[in-house]
């Protein structure tokens, strides 16, 4: 059973656009919700988490913003660059889950420049 | 200060062989977990493990198995190799149980023939 739910499976944006990546869990037990980065032939790279007692983490040009009543979670890249051209994956960790982390499927960003 | 290492980078195994993979977790770092990526099955879970012992483990049979020595390295093995067992293996290092964040090393590239 998929506990975590990502979407798109793929985006094109253009260059200086916002980037939008949405996530839903099924599991209330989650307490920690990180997204990942992952380049060709490189490990997933964190990029920024956020605790469900927040609705909204930013860092730079990349923010999270957390419902949690609706269980949903997403990351917006705001003036998406080519090089943010990736493969982004959103997680989610229970609180008696010790390091193991749950992935979504995965979204395949491509800016154009 | 160094990442997390892992060894081989690419390995071709034929079916039916065995083979071990090296994770070595950043210095300091007590806790690894490691995960199976494939593109039809995204990132999954193997097991991960805090001093010396194996605190959780993924829906994977039991060919699957690893350990952790006294310095926090750790390896994997799998036996009786699949074609369906070529995947990306990554190796995640995190401070403690728990610990929210979780750093990815390159990955082995493991192909089966």
């Known amino acids: 059973q998929q506990q975590v739910k990502q979407s798109p499976q793929s985006l094109i944006v253009q260059k200086g656009g916002i980037s939008i990546i949405n996530c839903a869990y099924e599991?209330?037990?989650?307490?920690?919700f990180p997204w990942y980065q992952q380049f060709p032939g490189k490990g997933p790279a964190l990029l920024i988490a956020i605790r469900p007692d927040v609705s909204e983490k930013k860092e730079g040009r990349f923010t999270i913003s957390f419902n949690k009543s609706a269980k949903q979670f997403s990351l917006h890249i705001m003036d998406s660059q080519p090089g943010d051209s990736a493969t982004y994956f959103c997680a989610a960790r229970g609180k008696t889950s010790g390091s193991r982390l749950t992935f979504g499927e995965g979204t395949q960003l491509t800016v154009n420049p | 200060k160094a990442g997390v290492t892992q060894t081989p980078r690419y390995l071709i195994k034929t079916r039916g062989q065995q083979v071990t993979l090296s994770c070595s977790p950043i210095s300091g770092h007590r806790s690894v977990s490691w995960y199976q990526q494939t593109p039809g099955q995204g990132l999954q879970f193997l097991f991960e493990y805090f001093s010396e012992t194996q605190r959780n483990k993924g829906n994977f049979p039991g060919r699957f198995s690893g350990r952790q020595f006294s310095n926090s390295r750790s390896e994997m093995n799998v036996s009786t190799l699949e074609l369906g067992d070529s995947a990306l293996y990554l190796c995640a290092s995190s401070w403690g149980q728990g610990d929210t964040e979780a750093f990815f090393g390159q990955g082995t590239r493991l192909t089966v023939v």
């Open positions: 599991n209330t037990a989650f307490d920690y």
